[in-house]
T-cell receptor, first 116, second 111 residues
Framework: NAGVMQNPRHLVRRRGQEARLRCSPMKGHSHVYWYRQLPEEGLKFMVYLQKENIIDESGMPKERFSAEFPKEGPSILRIQQVVRGDSAAYFC??????????????FGEGSRLTVL | TQLLEQSPQFLSIQEGENLTVYCNSSSVFSSLQWYRQEPGEGPVLLVTVVTGGEVKKLKRLTFQFGDARKDSSLHITAAQPGDTGLYLCAGVPGNNRKLIWGLGTSLAVNP
């Protein structure tokens, strides 16, 4: 049973370009979470999605960031017009329905974005 | 504000030593998880505790949930270099379902 798959593992962008990060949840999981992690800052919640619905985007910056989880295909975290401050590791996690109540998440290996 | 405070922030020990790290809050949690994250990887779930006073063991790791469900500890016996990593606690507060994360304890076990 494949785990949470994220790609790309590493992404380099110049300021002003767009970054697209993809996440395929574990089989049978319909809940997806995106987190951002900077060294010594811990995991910062960004957004929680179910298929075709954004449930909680309270951690997403209001501008330049968007996320989707379409009926078919992976979840996408999109960052437009990247700036150097967007450089970070972005983690996707998935859970089954029970994980919403228990907090048990299964994480991917992350996508490391570097903005030059 | 609901916070999970982890201590110590950093810990460097020699192989074979025992250690305990803590996760504390003033809030009550309906469940609490411990994760381990190795450099360059995503966090991996180690355990979930849900009952006050609960103790769970995973080989050399012992997890305890406080009686009041406000705190938890992780004890490692005879630490090994493979235990090196960032230990994160996370919990679901009793009054809502939004997962709260601690900042982690960074553990280095030197051979």
């Amino acid at each position: 049973n494949a785990g949470v798959m994220q790609n790309p593992r590493h992404l380099v962008r110049r300021r002003g370009q767009e970054a697209r990060l993809r996440c395929s949840p574990m089989k049978g999981h319909s809940h997806v979470y995106w987190y951002r992690q900077l060294p010594e800052e811990g995991l910062k919640f960004m957004v929680y999605l179910q298929k075709e619905n954004i449930i909680d985007e309270s951690g997403m910056p209001k501008e330049r960031f968007s996320a989707e989880f379409p009926k078919e295909g992976p979840s996408i975290l999109r960052i437009q017009q990247v700036v150097r401050g967007d450089s970070a590791a972005y983690f996707c996690a998935s859970s089954p329905r029970t994980g919403v109540d228990t907090g048990e998440l299964f994480f991917g290996e992350g996508s490391r974005l570097t903005v030059l | 504000t609901q916070l999970l405070e982890q201590s110590p922030q950093f810990l460097s020990i020699q192989e074979g030593e025992n250690l305990t790290v803590y996760c504390n809050s003033s809030s009550v949690f309906s469940s609490l998880q411990w994760y381990r994250q190795e450099p360059g990887e995503g966090p991996v779930l180690l355990v979930t505790v849900v009952t006050g006073g609960e103790v769970k063991k995973l080989k050399r790791l012992t997890f305890q949930f406080g009686d009041a469900r406000k705190d938890s500890s992780l004890h490692i016996t005879a630490a090994q270099p493979g235990d090196t990593g960032l230990y994160l606690c996370a919990g679901v507060p009793g009054n809502n379902r939004k997962l709260i994360w601690g900042l982690g304890t960074s553990l280095a076990v030197n051979p």
